[in-house]
């Protein structure tokens, strides 16, 4: 066998036998899938990291049965941010049971929303273990049902030190399917309906469901972490500005939470077309931790 042969043969050997996180490694940042248990059942998802993070987050999925959110993922690691993203129990490689309305079940009972609060709580763990700089503050990044999971879980890890809320409800969840039930997915409901009369149905109107309510305002009053909530006006899925009048509530309060109203927008706020809501996130990240780091390099 002569040498030019030989040469290639031993590349080729070395190719089938790396291992696959190297092919899916970029001039921007690395993705390597991860596995980690909670409360019984095998999770999996997966960490996108750029070479040097300034901050990491865990994505806390809406309520829908959604894999790992890459796309996201991908969109934060070449910002700067290390996620770890991962499938809902019981949807795709996660193992456990999927709660929720495809599958005719109540996935906002307290039971099951402090179950998935674990679930991310092990997820920040996992991610903390992946990062070479153990200072680089960690928080959560969410959607819709995350409104009531991120409070929860911050509650649950004092590690946890900022939060992103992309339309995710302030209010109980009892107010929340109130709301929800009222504008009964019609995309036109604003354009015949004020504020006052959807508040008015969110307090008042009787439950269709009976289950004890799970009030964030619970978690929310016992945290001082920096927390940014992203509304859009047009939202049919939470009532924005009963969910604005609490967070204003909190900031008279002293407490450390901020908000941005998009009138054009609705409830999907973090991927609507329309990028301003997550290049605001973003800006607010990196001023948010690098305040964190002056504060812990002052100590």
Not at 49 to 58: D, G, I, Q, S
Not at 265 to 284: A, E, R
Request: hydrophobic share 40%; glycine share 6%; net charge neutral.
């Amino acid at each position: 066998m002569n040498n030019n042969l030989f040469s290639k043969l031993l590349l080729w050997l070395l190719l089938i036998t790396l291992p696959v996180t190297v092919f899916s490694q970029s001039t921007e940042f690395t993705i390597q899938d991860v596995k980690f248990e909670s409360q019984g059942v095998t999770l999996a998802g997966s960490i996108i990291k750029p070479e040097n993070p300034f901050a990491a987050v865990v994505f806390v999925h809406g309520s829908d049965p959604v894999k790992r959110e890459m796309a996201l993922a991908k969109r934060l690691a070449k910002e700067g941010i290390a996620v770890l993203t991962y499938d809902k129990r019981g949807v795709g490689e996660s193992g456990g049971v999927y709660v929720g309305p495809s599958v005719g079940t109540n996935n906002i009972d307290s039971t099951n929303l402090n179950l998935l609060s674990n679930d991310a709580n092990e997820a920040v763990k996992t991610l903390q273990t992946y990062l070479k700089n153990k200072k680089i503050p960690i928080g959560l990044i969410g959607v819709s049902q995350a409104g009531w999971i991120i409070p929860i879980t911050a509650n649950k890890n004092p590690q946890i030190e900022f939060m992103v809320l992309f339309s995710c409800p302030t209010i109980t969840t009892l107010e929340q399917l109130r709301f929800q039930f009222y504008t009964n997915g019609n995309n036109n409901f604003w354009e015949n309906h004020t504020d006052a009369d959807a508040i008015e149905h969110t307090k008042n109107d009787p439950d269709k469901y009976q289950f004890e309510a799970t009030d964030p305002k619970n978690y929310l009053s016992t945290l001082s972490i920096p927390g940014l909530w992203l509304f859009g006006e047009k939202d049919i899925q939470i009532p924005v500005k009963l969910c604005i009048e609490q967070l204003n509530k909190f900031k008279v309060k002293g407490k450390p939470f901020e908000y941005t109203l998009f009138s054009a927008l609705g409830h999907n706020t973090v991927f609507d077309n329309d990028t301003t809501p997550f290049d605001i996130s973003i800006q607010w990240i990196k001023q948010k931790t690098l305040n964190l780091k002056k504060t812990k390099s002052s100590k």
